[in-house]
């Protein structure tokens, strides 16, 4: 059974957190899918992951492409990535069940922690996923590194 790893984003925007996460994963051997609820924001973390730093190039691809099944990381609005992944890093709000949890290795919760609406959700989905027997981690960054707040 895998585990969902919450970051509070407070330090530090998405796009500056996500690249060291998929990095990590990577660095893992595992294969990502990167879900969020919006295409044209997933279009715009695919040019600021194209942006990233010369020495920390993570290769990736849009889902909707005719390489999807190839791609490390693959962004995508779907709750089956093509690329058979074995971590999900789920933005915006994007929906996350107990059940797919258990296929995975982990499961990450972005969230924003300026936007009170980021923050009431990501409380619903560790109540819900707490509940339902998943492991759980709350991490943030309030004290200008990532520190783990809480487990369930």
Known sequence: MGAVYFYHLTQ???E???PMLLGKAVQAGWNVAVRG???ARLDWLDQKLWQGAGDSFLPHGVAGGPHDADQPVLLTTS???ANKASCVMAVDGAAVTSEEITTLQRVCIIFDGTDTEAVQQARSQW???SAAGCSAQYWSQESG????KAES
């Open 37 to 39: 609820t919006r295409e």
């Open 12 to 14: 530090a925007s998405l």
């Open 127 to 129: 109540k819900e996923l």
């Open 16 to 18: 500056e957190t996500l």
């Open 79 to 81: 709750t089956s990535a």
């Open 145 to 148: 590194r990532w520190e783990k």
